[in-house]
Nanobody, 126 residues
Framework: QLQLVESGGGLVQPGGSLRLSCAAS????????IGWFRQAPGKEREGVSC????????DYADSVKGRFTISRDNAKNTVYLQMNSLRPEDTAIYYC???????????????????WGQGTQVTVSS
């Protein structure tokens, strides 16, 4: 059974940076597409970024384009989300999710993913 654990969240000032990690155990991530999602209080879960399994194709929500970068290190069985130029509206619980998928498939739709981590809190505030 694939298990995912997020880490790297915390409190950061506006304009600051954080790098989130999504570490997998139980299965190799080589054949899984990974998505990063976030949910702020009172709001629906939102797709932030995603990356395909082998081809490394990526997508980003418009709200984070140019500020966030998703990457994966299959040797470490880990996917990262580098977040720069953080804004107060980025405050949320961030989740990673995985779905076994063909080479270039990825999605920002949370309903497409079967495996989820427990989330990590990101707070952007002065």
């Amino acid at each position: 059974q694939l298990q995912l654990v997020e880490s790297g969240g915390g409190l950061v000032q506006p304009g600051g940076s954080l790098r989130l990690s999504c570490a997998a155990s139980g299965k190799t991530l080589d054949y899984y597409a990974i998505g990063w999602f976030r949910q702020a209080p009172g709001k629906e879960r939102e797709g932030v970024s995603c990356i395909s399994s082998m081809s490394g194709n990526t997508d980003y929500a418009d709200s984070v384009k140019g500020r966030f970068t998703i990457s994966r290190d299959n040797a470490k069985n880990t996917v990262y989300l580098q977040m720069n130029s953080l804004r107060p509206e980025d405050t949320a619980i961030y989740y990673c999710a995985a779905e076994i998928a063909a080479l270039s498939w990825r999605s920002l739709d949370a309903d497409e993913y079967d495996y989820w981590g427990q989330g990590t809190q990101v707070t952007v505030s002065s």
